[in-house]
């Protein structure tokens, strides 16, 4: 990664060496990773969450390392951390992907609509009552979701877990997207969701 001009090598110093070593370490960490396994990845949450304990500097661009479809595995594989092993590793990484800058964007189909049908780390914090703080910056990283209600399998949509934990703001935007008359389906949903 360059430097802009009015930036010093010093900027990217911390403990454990430079934001370069670092980030070399990180897609090494990523590249001995076994993806298919769950607890592999856990393992791998263990790993990153040594390098990104202490991380000073400039936060790398995660896109240039995984892939969308890991991120989101990622995340909902650090609040199953959080739950069983009850500690702030996975809340550190999901801190870490926040302050990346990172933004979840939805695949689209060959008409280019955004597919929306998909289980996002914010269902699963809602499923285990994670924090509001939590929650919210799970919101940060799929603030698609004000553009854009995902709908896990069973229903549960990022505007009803907006509803329950108190996020105004983004109940009023998905609000206004689902006043689209071509969305009526959702609108039912939204209704049934309100009565109870």
Request: charged share 25%; proline share 2%.
């Amino acid at each position: 990664m360059s430097m802009s001009s009015n930036q010093s090598g010093e900027n990217f110093h911390g403990e454990g060496g430079t934001h370069v070593e670092k980030l070399k370490r990180l897609k090494c960490v990523y590249g001995n990773a076994n993806w298919a396994i769950e607890a592999l990845r856990h393992g791998f949450l263990r790993q990153l969450h040594e390098l990104i304990l202490n991380w000073k500097g400039q936060l790398p661009n995660l896109r240039n390392i995984f892939r969308k479809d890991e991120i989101n595995d990622f995340l909902k594989d650090s609040l199953s951390c959080c739950a069983v092993n009850n500690n702030y590793q996975g809340e550190l990484f999901i801190d870490f992907v926040a302050r990346s800058g990172y933004k979840y964007e939805p695949d689209v189909d060959k008409d280019g609509k955004p597919l929306l049908r998909l289980d996002t780390a914010v269902h699963c914090a809602a499923r285990l009552n994670c924090s509001k703080d939590l929650i919210g910056k799970l919101f940060q990283i799929y603030n698609y979701g004000i553009d854009f209600d995902y709908i896990d399998e069973s229903g549960l949509s990022h505007f009803n877990v907006a509803c329950k934990y108190g996020f105004e703001n983004i109940v009023e935007k998905l609000h206004e997207l689902l006043q689209d008359p071509n969305n009526l389906v959702k609108r039912h949903k939204v209704a049934d969701f309100l009565l109870t």
